[in-house]
């Protein structure tokens, strides 16, 4: 069964630029979470969202963004970057997100703003 | 205000000795917890998770034990080996919830 995939896994952007970055979740699984981790900082949750809903939201600016697919795929957006951006966006998935449910990672996008 | 702490930075055991990761949280609701495995330029990896009707689960090497009553809990690797050498995640969420993830601790197995 494929894993959690997540594209583009390395991307350099300006600064001021946008950015999307892609997860395909493991098949059946519903959830999909977006976390942040940045140099000495664990992972920082981002938002998840089941069934196309954004469920629940970290403590982010609203430059980042995501969205659902039918087919539970997601993205997020990141809009005028900033240098403080760069951090590895990681994206994980579970079957219904719930308590009780293990979250499955994937690689990571690895941003780099400049 | 950080819910899940893990104040050891990092951790450094002989090869074939037992380590212990430790982690704290403050939210008494937390009902469900893992923990990651994580090398570097790559995902975590799920390693073992507990409930919280339970005081122990074990896989293998690994055992997770948790402490309601302290809100705390350790994972245990016997024995440790050099490819342990990684950054571990504990996480906790309740129902409902997102996972809450602590800042991590750095094993490192030495030879």
């Known amino acids: 069964k494929a894993g959690v995939t997540q594209t583009p896994r390395y991307l350099i952007k300006t600064r001021g630029q946008q950015v999307t970055l892609s997860c395909s979740p493991i098949?059946?699984?519903?959830?999909v979470s977006w976390y942040q981790q940045t140099p000495g900082q664990g992972l920082q949750f981002l938002f998840e969202y089941f069934s196309e809903t954004q469920r629940n939201k970290g403590n982010f600016p609203g430059r980042f963004s995501g969205r659902q697919f039918s087919n539970s795929r997601s993205e997020m957006n990141v809009s005028t970057l900033e240098l403080g951006d760069s951090a590895l966006y990681l994206c994980a998935s579970s079957l219904t997100g719930q308590a009780g449910n293990t979250i499955y990672f994937g690689e990571g996008s690895w941003l780099t703003v400049v | 205000d950080q819910q899940v702490k893990q104040n050891s930075p990092s951790l450094s055991v002989q090869e074939g000795r037992i380590s212990i990761l430790n982690c704290d949280y403050t939210n008494s609701m937390f009902d469900y917890f893992l923990w990651y495995k994580k090398y570097p330029a790559e995902g975590p990896t799920f390693l073992i998770s507990i409930s919280s009707i339970k005081d122990k689960n074990e896989d293998g090497r690994f055992t997770v034990f948790l402490n309601k009553s302290a809100k705390h809990l350790s994972l245990h690797i016997v024995p440790s080996q050099p490819g342990d050498s990684a950054v571990y995640f504990c996480?906790?969420?309740?129902?409902?919830?997102?996972?809450?993830f602590g800042p991590g601790t750095r094993l490192s197995v030495l030879p």
């Open positions: 098949s059946g699984h519903r959830s």
């Open positions: 996480a906790a969420n309740r129902y409902g919830q997102n996972f809450v």
